[in-house]
Structure formats: C-alpha cells, structure tokens
C-alpha cells in the first residue's frame, strides 16, 4: 500500500486496516471514536482508510459510513460529559488562577455558546482540531442532549462522507487527499496562533495600563498628603 513518509502515519495506517479486517466496518467506528477523543490522531487518514478497505469489499459504503459516522458520535459524548464534569463554576475557578484569564472570560465564552452553539457544534465538526474540542463547551453549557447528538451527527455525517468517498473512489492513491487537508489544518492552527497571540498581548497591554494608572494614583495621593 503507498503511504506518505513517517513511520508514525505508516503504523497508524497499518493499525487502521488491521482493525477493519479484523472486525469490520465496526473497527472503522472505533478507530475514530477514539481519534475524537484523542485529536491527534488524524481523521484525514483514518476515514480514507475506511473507503479504501470497502472498496475492497470487505464491507459496503453504507456500513463503512454509519459505522464512522456512529463512532465520531460516540467519541464526541464522551467529551460531551467531560465538559458537564467540568461546568462553569469550575472552569470560573480555574481561570482566576490562570494568569491573563478572568471568570468574567468564561461568562462571556458560555453566553456566546448560548447564542450560537448550535451553529458552533455543526460546523466545528467539519474543522480540524475543533472537531474533537466542540464537545466540552456543549458539556459546559448542558446543551440538551438531543440536540448535541443531531447536530454532532449531522457535521460529522458530512465530514466523514467527504474523506470515506475520497478514499473509495481514489483507492491505493487515497493520500491525495491528505494533502488538501494538511493546507486546511495548517490554515486553522495559523489562525488559532494568531488569535492566541492577540489575546495575550491585549490583555497584557490592558494589565499594563491598570498597573501604570495605579501607579500614578498613588504618586498623586504620596504628593497630597505630602
């Protein structure tokens, strides 16, 4: 089978196959059950890994899609609860011990999920990286259930289909495609820098500015009562 160089994606790959012909398209779902759980494990190889085993005949396309798209829906519920374990109150506890973070930071990310979780849930399932860390703010802000699963089930039907015909149409070429998805990963870890680095030096120069007022406040009241 053609693999791209790295001994680590040739192994993952290896271990994904085995998986499918050892119990079928029920391995598929395990394989990315877990890589929602763990998100460096990369879907972009585990679901064309999926097609291509079908296009083989080892199970159809209708299988190796429920089954994915199921594990993706499993994986997404345990994080899901990690993020209800968690909640607000303790994540308001952990951001005032957090240097640039406050608790009004997380009111502000919890009312914003309110508004637009929904939207948040079905898309982020179509986004690397933010496809597995979706889950916790639904968790945090007991997005009901129902919901939750609909819309995981939904993206996710939408993102898995992309990469498990891809792999079944393109076959021992499927590698193809990881190219295309390793430009829009990059595209959104550069994007999730750059608003890491806005937000530190923002609240930096906000921290700055408080300490500089303060400052001078008490340099006018040392010269009054002088």
Known sequence: MATPDGSWLTAL???????MEVIGPAGAGLAIALENVFPPLPSEVILPMAGLTASRGTFTLFEALFWTTLGSIVGAFALYGLGRWLGA???????????LLHPEDID???AWFHRHGGKAVFFGRMIPLFRSLISIPA???RMPLWKFGILTAAGSLVWNTIFVLAGYLLGEQWHVVEMYA????????????????????ARTRTLLRHKGAGRADASTAAGEEG
């Open 13 to 19: 790959v290896d271990w994904s196959v085995s998986l």
């Open 89 to 99: 109150e303790r994540l308001r506890g952990l951001a005032a011990r957090i240097p």
């Open 108 to 110: 502000r990310s919890v």
């Open 139 to 141: 968790g945090v802000t």
């Open 182 to 201: 390793d430009i829009l990963q990059y595209v959104v870890i550069a994007a999730v820098g750059i608003g890491v680095a806005w937000f530190v030096w």
